[in-house]
């Protein structure tokens, strides 16, 4: 691999634990004004310094993120149809030479196995990994699900591989039953999405089995930006990530640290899918 892929890795997954957590925030690319992230720079600004890396689109990264306290950067670049639309119908939406000019420690794209335009959007994945290759910049394929499909292991398995199969340097998945059979049959590190929101102590005991089951870490957010406290939150993840603490201790990092101010999805005109 070569040294400025392998450096930008290093960026994500932390080399003292092999670990990472990564915040998410790039829902508005296809949910527009999401619960929680309306203002995107309030919520990301007091996270940023919690999280390893930040997975967003370029809009809120020019307009949300500071250039000087920015953490590593996981750019999302696939993109194209609104939670109205057909979500699969996705394209290459930046170009490699502006990801290489934000700074970026990888591109982050979709693909929805299964789904209408499972051809496209892998032959999508192979051009940017082929792209990023060019630059030495890695690849986080993201394996989305389409309507009605289950997200069980042996569908996230296969798009887990596939992903891999086409040189995906990540993947980022659901975590389900058997989630262990995803991670071994991956040969690429996997990392885990919070899914929609959940009691914070449920979200933290996904975390938990997720990491035990092999997972490099989670990339998580919905889970944090609408908890009751988003810091408290981030905190009690990367505890169990980073420190291996249990679901218990865990939750006592969050409940402690748990501060009196109104989270930011309480402001109510963000929207809120089922996805
Ligand atoms: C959507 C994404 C999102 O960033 C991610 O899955 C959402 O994170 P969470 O499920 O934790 O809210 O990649 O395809």
């Avoid at 949910?31 to 309306?38: F, R």
């Avoid at 997975?55 to 939670?83: C, F, K, N, Q, Y």
């Avoid at 169990?240 to 930011?264: C, G, L, M, R």
């Amino acid at each position: 691999m070569d040294w400025g892929l392998k450096n930008r890795l290093s960026r994500i997954v932390q080399p003292k634990t092999g670990k990472t957590v990564m915040l998410a925030v790039d829902h508005g690319y296809f949910l527009g004004p999401t619960s929680g992230l309306e203002v995107a720079r309030e919520t990301i600004k007091p996270l940023a310094v919690w999280a390893d890396s930040l997975m967003l689109t370029r809009g809120i990264l020019r307009t949300s993120v500071d250039p000087e306290t920015a953490p590593p950067i996981v750019l999302r670049v696939s993109g194209g149809p609104s939670i109205l639309g057909e979500l699969s119908n996705e394209g290459i939406s930046v170009a490699m030479e502006d990801a290489m000019r934000l700074n970026v420690a990888a591109c982050a794209l979709s693909i929805f196995v299964g789904s209408p335009h499972e051809k496209e959007n892998i032959l999508n994945l192979a051009r940017l990994v082929n792209e990023g290759t060019r630059y030495g910049i890695p690849v986080l394929a993201v394996t989305a699900v389409g309507k009605d499909m289950k997200r069980d292991a042996r569908y996230l398995a296969l798009a887990c591989r596939i992903a891999a199969e086409q040189g995906a340097h990540m993947v980022k998945t659901y975590y389900c039953e058997e989630f262990e059979k995803v991670v071994q049959t991956c040969p690429v590190p996997v990392v885990v999405a919070g899914g929609k929101k959940t009691p914070e102590k449920e979200a933290l005991q996904m975390a938990y089995d997720a990491i035990k089951l092999g997972a490099v870490g989670v990339d998580m957010g919905r889970n944090i930006f609408q908890s009751d406290d988003p810091v408290a939150m981030i905190q009690a993840v990367r505890a169990i990530v980073h420190k291996k603490a249990t679901v218990n201790e865990a939750y006592e990092i969050f409940s402690k640290t748990k501060s009196k101010k109104q989270a930011p999805s309480k402001t109510g005109v963000g929207n809120t899918w089922e996805d």
